[in-house]
């Protein structure tokens, strides 16, 4: 020890040169993970309409709402429904060669054809965006799986149309069904003529190339509404449960979620005066809201900045 003492004295500076315990080394930040890209809007739909038989006198309402749809900058043409193979065909060598939303719209037996190349398109593993049937013939086929959304507005004692078409077993996609027999002003060549359901279908076209793929199917409750009379067509997509909470009425539900007490009572199958229990679950009409329109609707815009004294 005596030597040592020695020796660091003489060399003070050998203390000095003896390299320092070098620090841990610092864990690296964790990198956050990088945002999701933007989902890019599908390309614009390909709308495919049909006349029912002697269409160019009886069907001419698809005629206007073709023109409605194209003024919209969309692509709508009008077939006879004698060649709903041919158009199917080309519908279906068209989305193989450029994919793009598929839209099929009929009245009477356009109707018919509209869900016939459906299932064209089902054997080829393609997808049909939205089928709207108008008073379609009473032989028109069940709804194949392959279709997102369908629509049929139908007189059921209808003898031209009156097709109360149905969805095949395990669909899961949006399904409505309007029956107008209690409005007395409808009938089958007139029913496609409507300027409101025009306007109501050209709306919900321009909102399907920004409708995600969350909200197609996940919870989906199918719609089937005997229409009052004198009662103007809304077209919801589908129907949604939602809990009953203490205090809530019919009326309560109906006019948060901005519908008529008549489609919750039908949604149902309870009077319009129904006492609701607290945790019972019941479907209300809804509308598919494109994503940025939802997320503006749910999140409440910033508070402005308190003004200084």
């Known amino acids: 020890m005596l030597a040592a003492l020695v020796l660091l004295a003489l060399n003070p500076g050998l203390a000095a040169a003896s390299p320092a315990k070098p620090?841990?080394?610092?864990?690296?930040?964790?990198?956050?993970?990088?945002?999701?890209?933007?989902?890019?809007p599908l390309?614009?739909?390909?709308?495919?309409?049909?006349?029912?038989?002697?269409?160019?006198?009886?069907?001419?309402?698809?005629?206007?709402?073709?023109?409605?749809?194209?003024?919209?900058?969309?692509?709508?043409?009008?077939?006879?429904?004698?060649l709903c193979r041919l158009i199917g065909n080309r519908a279906i060598a068209s989305y193989k060669e450029s994919p793009a939303p598929i839209v099929l719209m009929g009245h009477s037996m356009?109707?018919?054809?509209?869900?016939?190349?459906?299932?064209?398109?089902?054997?080829?593993?393609?997808?049909i965006s939205l089928v709207?049937?108008?008073?379609?013939?009473?032989?028109?086929?069940?709804?194949?799986?392959?279709?997102?959304?369908?629509?049929n507005i139908f007189l059921s004692d209808s003898v031209l149309g009156g097709g109360?078409?149905?969805?095949?077993?395990?669909?899961?996609?949006?399904?409505?069904?309007?029956?107008?027999?209690?409005?007395?002003?409808?009938?089958?060549?007139?029913?496609e003529k409507s300027d409101d359901i025009h306007r109501q279908i050209v709306e919900m076209v321009t909102q399907l190339p920004r409708i995600q793929a969350v909200q197609t199917e996940a919870d989906a409750v199918p719609l089937r509404y005997q229409v009052p009379g004198d009662t103007l067509v809304e077209l919801w997509d589908s129907g949604v449960r939602i809990p009953v909470r203490a205090g809530d009425t019919m009326e309560s539900i109906a006019a948060a979620h901005r519908v008529p007490v008549w489609t919750i009572a039908q949604s149902n199958s309870l009077a319009e005066n129904a006492t609701l229990t607290p945790g019972q679950s019941i479907v209300v009409p809804r509308h598919l809201t494109p994503p940025d329109v939802?997320?503006?609707m749910a999140v409440p815009p910033p508070a402005a900045p308190a003004k200084r004294k």
């Open 23 to 40: 620090k841990p080394a610092a864990s690296p930040a964790i990198a956050p993970p990088p945002p999701a890209p933007p989902v890019e």
């Open 294 to 296: 939802a997320a503006a």
């Open 110 to 127: 356009g109707g018919l054809c509209s869900v016939l190349i459906s299932e064209m398109a089902a054997k080829e593993n393609i997808p």
């Open 132 to 151: 709207i049937t108008i008073d379609p013939a009473h032989a028109t086929d069940d709804v194949p799986l392959n279709v997102e959304r369908f629509i």
């Open 164 to 191: 109360d078409v149905v969805a095949v077993p395990g669909f899961h996609g949006h399904y409505a069904s309007y029956d107008l027999k209690l409005n007395k002003r409808v009938s089958h060549i007139n029913i």
């Open 43 to 82: 390309p614009p739909p390909k709308i495919y309409l049909f006349r029912g038989a002697m269409g160019p006198i009886f069907s001419t309402g698809i005629d206007r709402l073709s023109e409605k749809l194209t003024a919209a900058g969309f692509s709508a043409d009008v077939y006879e429904f004698t």
